[in-house]
């Protein structure tokens, strides 16, 4: 999928339409994971405040793919900004690198793809065990963990593999692998108006009854709207979803 980067450092309109509490700090670094011998780049959207934020929460933000260009965790400005706005830590990584294989587009892609995902779930561990070190004060008791499309499959699998380290799942049209079938983490995805998921990556109704998982489809946001690109209707429409998951 193609991404338009927003490099400047600045609030979007959606953003204003929501209340704000914090101006945002935009920091980027690469932490380096010496066992996987593998850089993380890493962007960190954190609220400026004069005062310590109490029980600061953390988001972990997995950007869909971006054809190992560079850039794509910062291509979910709107949200990540609103979300440090609200008093969150957030850490949103580059995921694919550009000396990395490319997503392959053909065969079945929970078999073609799989090495994919779990590059991404090491990545948000490494990034996580990172975090817990250098930010100790932090509430990771109540860590969120958000991917738009490949990046919600890595972090539905990342659900998956370590289920007692988050404690909510929000997916934006993650197509590929299943969501857990559980009800902790808590579990919420919006889904696109123009993008099937695969058979069997999404709970059934009964399914999502008995775990409590939450599925919203919107009407009028296809899959490749749900970054940056998006205008301003479809962004404020997405992060008063994510609002409200993260409020209940």
């Keep these: 999928m193609k991404f338009v980067l927003l490099l400047l ?28 011998n593998r850089p993380v780049p890493i962007a960190f959207y954190t609220p400026v405040s004069k005062t310590k934020v109490k029980h ?9 793919y971006g054809e190992n260009l560079g850039g794509a965790n910062l291509a979910y400005s709107y949200l990540n900004n609103y979300l440090a706005s609200e008093g969150y830590f957030v850490a949103s990584i580059q995921h694919e690198l550009p000396t990395d294989s490319l997503l392959p587009t053909t065969g079945k892609p929970q078999i073609v793809r799989r090495s994919n995902w779990e590059r991404g779930a090491a990545s948000i561990l490494f990034t996580l065990n990172e975090l817990k070190k250098r930010y100790p004060d932090l509430d990771y008791k109540q860590l969120i963990l958000i991917g738009h499309s490949n990046g919600g499959d890595m972090a539905a699998l990342f ?9 909510k799942l929000i997916t934006l049209d993650n197509r590929r692998m299943a969501l857990p079938r559980t009800a902790k983490p808590v579990i919420y995805s ?21 775990y409590g998982i939450t599925l919203i489809k919107l009407p009028d946001t296809i899959h490749n709207d749900m970054d940056d690109s998006g205008n301003e209707r479809q962004r404020t429409e997405i992060t008063g979803y994510v609002r409200s998951f993260l409020r209940k």
């Design 9 to 36: 450092v600045t609030l979007t309109n959606a953003q204003i339409l929501v209340a704000q509490t914090f101006q945002v700090k935009l920091d980027t670094v690469t932490w380096f994971d010496k066992a996987r």
């Design 56 to 64: 600061q929460k953390v988001v972990i933000f997995n950007h869909g």
């Design 159 to 167: 659900a998956h593999k370590y289920p007692d380290l988050i404690s």
């Design 190 to 210: 919006i889904r696109s108006s123009d993008q099937p998921a695969d058979e069997n990556v999404l709970p059934t109704p009964e399914e999502q009854k008995k």
